[in-house]
């Protein structure tokens, strides 16, 4: 199983797939713009990952 996280921020946005012992697995980082672009790059990374 594996678990998504976000930390988000007002200049970077970290999202991390972790096992369920919270190994991360993966992990990216990226800058803080306007909402719409910032949730779309999180949703992008999240979709490369089985369910």
């Known amino acids: 199983m594996l678990l998504g996280s976000i930390e ?4 970077k946005f970290v999202c991390a797939v972790g096992n369920e012992d919270y190994q991360i697995q993966d992990m990216t980082v990226f800058p803080t ?3 719409a672009e910032t949730l779309q790059k999180a ?3 999240f979709k490369k990952f089985p369910e």
């Open 33 to 35: 713009t306007t909402p």
């Open 8 to 11: 988000g921020g007002g200049t």
């Open 43 to 45: 949703i992008d990374y």
